[in-house]
């Protein structure tokens, strides 16, 4: 115990000598210090460092999902450490408002150094997305190249290594697949939920075709978007048109898992379920925040260099708008929102089910 | 004076009477009370407040700009009622954080009571996006009716009235096509400018083909995209090309107030150009929050009704994800990054000019 | 059911025309319009409406917890909405940005009709703070008058009823103090954790001892520290010692209350006394986050008055300031991290409690 | 050209190499690894490459404010800088956020291998506090060592070098004296201030006298805070009084620079005094963000270890709340809004000074 306490000093065990010694400015090299450009590498080193930390709480959190058997103690620490990656990611989304300090005249200043480096070179952030789940297939392309084909041998490897063991996606849905509520005894989910969804829908047809303030035209569209809003839900009840959508790349998650998430989602107030409802929240806001990121860093990015070519060699404005909307991983889980029927449609589960989802201890034995 | 100390009171004097007996919960009157329905009253209520607040800044910035000669001291004022408006926005991004804690599921508990009411009828956020410079014909169609439609007849009027008028885009476009300073005796900024434009061209192509540490392949396509950069210098120098992209829509900005706007921007260091630089950023700051706001709210209406069909009859996502690509204002301004070039490239204004953008009052003096 | 779906309109839902026609400006009707005394009544109603909203959802935890047994699925609803709190305060306090646009010259303009009225007459904030738990005898006093002497008869009667009843923290008391973990079969927490304590000291202390890298007086100046930190430990060892300490005011939470929350703080992890760490955790926030906006509130009134006289007659500042520190609730909540042991040194609990912690379903069974 | 062209990359310009290779987990070295020292290493890290930047550009505005004459366009060039620092600031507060997912639980598993390194032991942020103008003798003292005592004697000396020199605070001090405006031609700007504020005072003296609607006790106690008022109108009157509450600590400011800060801040709308008036904002901003900072820093603290010696030996709670009040830099900015009067008393200038104060370019010419 002794030597630990011996040695350790604040600048030592934070290694600043390294930290604080990394900001060499290309410009002050050329002779023409530019200001701005200590605050362009600062802030990217900053990226990466709370990159390090995301990954690091992800590995672990996918640490505790790989075994067959996920100690239920251990959700709740999953839970917070994906709470702690969400907290890192509103930061990133929000210190975006510092690198705006920085404008584009700044910028022109030593811009022409850094050719052809560019911010989307991140390491580090490509294993993450690969991590979360994000298929090579599904990525949108930059440029001609493929997307690994910036980063190193060594780290192309790695990334091949990720991409072929289990995502933090791939985990979940096979951990939802196993979730052992979905028949209890004479319970049968799905039965009793399609029931619910009939009646609904059925309620619903008919206030609008009783409605008699609107008009018919209205009444028409409106019955057509109900028509639309049925076709959803019938999708929970085939197992085929799931399968079907799933390979032509309209859905991600698999027919068990979604089904799973569904039940977990209307029944999350039963003890056992608690946790599991909480944890896809959070696996929720933490691609939501992906998204915030991907849209608030394409703002920044034509505000800077507007439609000109990007450090890289791209107009990078075009090209992160639209990983946006289509690098999400958690879309199906966002999307059970539309499957959700009102609690007071929600199928009653026995006791006995009931039972089994609560604790040993009861306050009433 | 004695009369107005004589009454106030801190409710009074905010008529707390009626803010705070304006929440009647339709799921109560129903006799199903639904929790949540509260949050989503008040949080509604409360962006209309902001609402109202930011038409009342807006509508000031309005009047600053309204006469051919804006007064200088005047600017400054200008400045701090669009940050004000800036910081606003920022909560209203933000406090969806606060809409987000009511689950689907709890939002299901109400939502039938309220159909077809729908978020998009705020009258003040479309008088907001007229004051601004939002054209009719710019504007996504959300259903086949007209986007004023859920008016009633006298809002519809003065939506109508306020398109008619001086829009915030239409005061900034005028204000910037009068600047005097784009020639001066024998300065002429269009000119110089090409030349420093022209040279940086050069440069960066000796750069590239001189380049021996990057592939044929690369070389070519990066040369193609410094064509393509170029291809936004050229618009520039032809008011021809520049008017034609404004009459197919790709431009909205005339091409004299660009031109102003550029020169800002070059030579936002000079004294008198401060503050319309400023300006200048914080419309776009605007613009942005707008953006995000837009983005921010997709999401949230992903999280909360998936696909499903809005209040009010839409599936949400899919419209509010387009408007925030679309509905842009300023769009030209943030644009003005593609045209500048690096200081040190700077065309030197004469000594004459410089002096003028300068105090009459000098330290040298 | 057509009843409702024939009348509702989104304005007619929101009761537009009260909250918009509720910002009647004091300058304005005295003919000196100030511009920004519009923001003032705004920024103010914003508040009025959040307080609201925290106010309906604290009720609804605190109907929670009034039954004898709390019901295990409810503590989850909870913790949602404690954490909806949290997230509208986190905004409370962030929107002190757009006060602060408001020049302490603007307000000038207006300030003198605004007399005798004050900030600091929220009946709300008043009812949220006594719901909460602050009790009349720990409040600073503000100026000679009672606090309550600025609200109208009815209102102090209000408060006062308030009062009598239960509070949050009085509630949370009561519930902890009937956690029924402390003795199990042979398992006795506080034996256990006595042990542990003492085993962690003696290594502390000779640790330092041992340290020939630290001079002899700053040996000595860290072992008296540490004889503090002990002393902290013996208050949970002797009942009658924290019974003093809550009678002279140093304390407030039962003696019996206090060993429950740190039990729960220690074993977190087992699953049935997850959610009440939550719930622990989201009382520490909201009492933080309140602490955050008195601190920031008096930084305004700083920054916006000096040290003259607020509206209303007083030096705000410095009241304010102190209420930052003294009007905490759940000050014994957050102080439970002096008592905290490593994990390590953490006694097991036997395999029988366990047991009784955890689910009844079991993935292994 | 070619040769920086040719080398540039992501990885190696940001020298990541360093960056990701400095976080050694002393838990992981003595084998016991603590998932969650990863974030308090990275944490830090991120801080302290802030601070790197923050004295950056801190440097650069000090570097505008040492000539003898500071250039009205670098004016501009310093408040952009001064704003960065503000949104860093911002940003380091919201980040508290992160750290305290890190629950006191997870922190002690390896609180003891980090003893007796401790928080406050930031060289970089000593040294941003004495260039912004903190003076050792108004430091708190934490220990009985001198606050210094933790840092190499190459540091110590950097230290000593720095106080020895111009502090932000003192180069704004000397500016301000500068100001060329108090008297011109005629006008003398104290002699008309004094008049308009006797006028002031005056009027609200009679307002209370003759409002009939408060008690007696309520006027006698609303004209005793009248009086208090007026002191601090007083105290500019009397350069003697002001120079008397200098020497005692009571102020810091000359007072030739409070005067002239007021005269600023009174007539910030003449385009001369419209950026040294933001810039006085600035300061305030960055002294109430780094009181926020504080503040903020205290509750995780408290939060985190309760009253607990932290991590160097300290009970860091109660230290760092008391250097929130007593650390401030730049409080009699703040406090200038008690010496403003309404605009509608302001004293007119006379046109020959608002000529001076205006543009050489004049529109109306």
Same mark, same amino acid.
């Given at each position: ?10 600048? *030592?065990?934070?290694?600043?000598? *390294? ?8 410009? #002050? ?37 790989? +075994? ?36 584009? =005249? ?7 150094? =850094?050719? +052809?480096?560019?911010? %989307? ?15 090579? #297939? ?12 910036? %980063? ?16 933090? /996606? ?6 939802? &697949? ?8 004479? /319970?049968?989910?799905?039965? #009793?939920?399609? *029931? ?42 085939? &197992? ?9 790349? &309209? ?11 569904? =039940?977990?989602?209307? $029944?999350?107030?039963? +003890? ?17 925040? =992906?998204? @915030? ?10 505000? !800077? ?11 990078? /404005?075009? $090209?992160?708008?639209? !990983? ?6 958690? $879309?199906?889980?966002?999307?059970? @929102?539309?499957?959700?029927? +009102? ?12 039972? *089994?989802?609560?604790?040993? %201890?009861?306050?009433?034995?």
């Amino acid at each position: 115990m002794d030597k630990e306490l011996s040695s350790i000093h604040y600048d *030592k065990y934070l290694q600043l000598n *390294k930290i604080l010694d990394a900001q060499k400015l290309r410009s #002050e090299e050329f002779e023409k210090p530019a200001h701005d450009e200590m605050l362009f590498i600062i802030v990217h080193q900053v990226y990466e460092l709370w990159f390090k930390e995301i990954i690091h709480d992800l590995n672990s959190v996918m640490d505790i999902f790989k +075994p067959e058997i996920v100690e239920e103690k251990k959700i709740g620490i999953a839970i917070s450490r994906l709470d702690r990656i969400a907290k890192i990611q509103k930061i990133l989304v929000d210190q975006i408002d510092i690198i705006e300090t920085m404008t584009p =005249l700044d910028f022109l200043d030593f811009r022409n150094y =850094l050719l +052809p480096a560019s911010g %989307f070179q991140s390491f580090q952030f490509r294993q993450l997305e690969v991590s979360l789940g994000l298929k090579r #297939e599904n990525r949108i392309s930059y440029t001609q190249c493929a997307y690994s084909g910036v %980063f190193s041998q060594e780290e192309q490897d790695i990334l091949h290594q990720i991409e072929a063991g289990d995502s933090m /996606f791939g985990l979940v849905e096979k951990w939802l &697949e196993r979730i052992p509520f979905l028949k209890f005894e004479k /319970f049968d989910f799905l039965t #009793e939920y399609r *029931k619910a969804v009939d009646k609904m829908i059925t309620i619903e047809q008919e206030a609008i075709n009783g409605a008699d303030y609107i008009t018919a035209q209205e009444k028409h569209f409106r019955l057509g978007m109900l028509t639309e809003t049925n076709k959803y839900f019938q999708t929970v009840f085939d &197992e085929d048109l799931h399968n079907q959508k799933v390979a032509n790349g &309209e859905l991600k998650l698999s027919y068990k898992a979604t089904i799973s998430a569904l =039940l977990i989602n209307l $029944y999350r107030d039963e +003890p056992i379920l608690r946790q599991p409802f909480l944890f896809l929240q959070k696996l929720i806001d933490i691609d939501e925040l =992906l998204t @915030s990121w991907r849209n608030r860093h394409a703002q920044m990015v034509l505000r !800077t260099l507007g439609q000109k070519i990007g450090t890289g060699g791209s107009s990078g /404005f075009d $090209y992160l708008k639209k !990983t946006a909307d289509k690098h999400r991983i958690f $879309y199906d889980l966002h999307n059970i @929102s539309t499957l959700l029927i +009102p609690r007071s449609e929600l199928p009653e589960m026995p006791e006995s089910l009931k039972k *089994k989802l609560n604790f040993n %201890f009861s306050n009433k034995s």
